[in-house]
């Protein structure tokens, strides 16, 4: 069979609707939220209002690319979390209304795992069981992945994640928000070994990234205290190093979990693996390692409804549908 589905992604800052039909996205349509930027963070309560101005015209959009008509479609997706409460209700609320009136089945979505099936979009596709690294704005876990909907959690961090070490870091040097993809680009002429930033180890597979936020704030603080123009004239080198910093953290955890499992199949996800840093170093770990490495496409590296249908599609298949009793879960587990 091949469904023809629409999913919708709202879990943080960004609406998006995607159709797909047999597994074959046919339109993802990605709506992102500038109001957030002069806060320097995400506002929930703003991204549930612009969540709501943006949810049709981006389901309407979406339905005009793929050239789908509603009576066309099989089922109605939604990101059930994990995300903000007040974000993940407007895509919950909106899946649950359309599928009643077009009396369709409802499909919910964990996040975490879409992100890892967006690695199913296109070629080459990884064999199962693959490991995969999953670096967003709010997660950091190595996940070893049996199934299309069988995953299991090896390691994750135990305090921020490393796209808001990397968001927060760029914030102390001067960076507009969301930071994490300008400190990539500075980095690029940088020298990464100039300065040095700790590499935490925690036990098992597990992470943990808040030091590295601090290390940064007294690393600044001490070098302006010498030269108040220390930022202004050493960018690119501080930017190279914290993202080598960061890149070693991710890579240490990674290399262990693939060496004690024997998986070779190494693939890379969420909003982070945009980053050419990581891209570069997961690269060069399939020469050494011999690693098969996967990177997905960058527009389905960060929030995209796209991958939210990918679930839909294997749980289409399932026939695993939710009722209209569904509600978000913002801490919804893999
Ligand atoms: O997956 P995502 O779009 O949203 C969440 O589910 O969190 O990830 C967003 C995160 C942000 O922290 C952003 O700064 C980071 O991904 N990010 C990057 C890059 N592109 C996005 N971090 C480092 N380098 C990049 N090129
Ligand atoms: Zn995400």
């Avoid at 982070?272 to 690269?283: D, F, K």
């Avoid at 020469?287 to 991958?307: G, H, L, S």
Wanted: glycine share 8%.
């Amino acid at each position: 069979m091949s469904p023809t589905l629409l999913a919708i992604e709202s879990s943080c800052d960004d609406t998006s609707a995607a159709v797909i039909r047999g597994g074959k996205v046919l339109a993802n349509i990605v709506a992102t939220q500038e109001v957030h930027k002069q806060y320097g963070g995400v506002v929930p309560e703003l991204a549930s209002r612009a969540h709501q101005q943006n949810i049709i015209p981006v389901v309407t959009q979406a339905l005009l690319t793929a050239k789908i008509t509603k009576k066309e479609l099989d089922a109605v997706a939604f990101t059930r979390g994990p995300g903000l409460l007040g974000a993940l209700l407007v895509g919950c609320s909106f899946a649950k209304a359309f599928a009643l009136g077009l009396q369709i089945p409802l499909i919910e979505v964990n996040h975490m795992q879409a992100h890892i099936l967006a690695h199913f979009i296109d070629e080459p596709k990884p064999a199962f069981p693959f490991l995969c690294l999953t670096v967003s704005g709010g997660h950091t876990q190595i996940v070893l992945v049996k199934d299309y909907l069988n995953m299991q959690i090896l390691g994750q961090t135990t305090d921020d994640a490393v796209g808001e070490a990397f968001d927060k870091s760029a914030k102390l040097v001067g960076l507009d928000y969301p930071g994490g993809p300008l400190l990539d680009q500075l980095a690029a002429t940088g020298n990464p070994d100039r300065f040095t930033f700790p590499i935490v180890s925690m036990p098992g597979y597990d992470y943990s990234f808040s030091g590295i936020k601090t290390a940064v704030l007294y690393f600044l603080r001490d070098n302006k205290t010498q030269n108040p123009n220390f930022i202004a004239e050493n960018l690119p080198d501080i930017c190279a190093s914290i993202q080598n910093a960061l890149i070693q953290t991710l890579l240490k955890k990674l290399k262990l979990a693939a060496k004690e499992t024997g998986i070779r199949e190494i693939a890379i996800a969420g909003g982070v693996s945009a980053n050419s840093g990581l891209r570069r170093a997961m690269q060069e770990g399939a020469t050494r390692y011999n690693w098969n490495v996967y990177i997905p496409d960058f527009q389905y590296c960060t929030d995209n409804a796209a991958m939210i249908a990918m679930v839909a599609h294997y749980k289409f298949l399932q026939g695993d549908f939710a009722n209209q009793y569904v509600s978000p879960d913002p801490r919804y587990k893999v």
